[in-house]
């Protein structure tokens, strides 16, 4: 999981033997087939464009405000995107 809410992962990790921490967004980015963009669309806007994906990967976007065309413009690559709404 993400090292964004630092006090939130660990509990987490505590509470579940299968969850680890990520040193940052890329690593999970690189370790994922599936990725799930579950941020706000300030948040979404200023990580998503330094993030590297794989055109093998599928990017699930919970981000409401981005379109389609706008996560492709982001993502840099032909994933397969989806817009979860």
Do not use: D, Y
């Not at 948040?43 to 492709?72: C, P, R, Y």
């Amino acid at each position: 999981m993400s090292p964004r809410n630092r006090n939130v992962a660990k509990k987490l990790k505590r509470q579940f033997r299968k969850v680890s921490i990520a040193k940052n967004n890329q690593e999970i980015v690189n370790s994922c087939n599936w990725i799930f963009l579950a941020v706000t669309p300030n948040v979404g806007e200023k990580i998503i464009k330094h993030l590297k994906f794989k055109s093998s990967q599928t990017v699930i976007s919970f981000i409401s405000t981005m379109t389609l065309a706008q996560l492709k413009q982001a993502i840099k690559v032909k994933a397969k995107i989806i817009r979860a709404i």
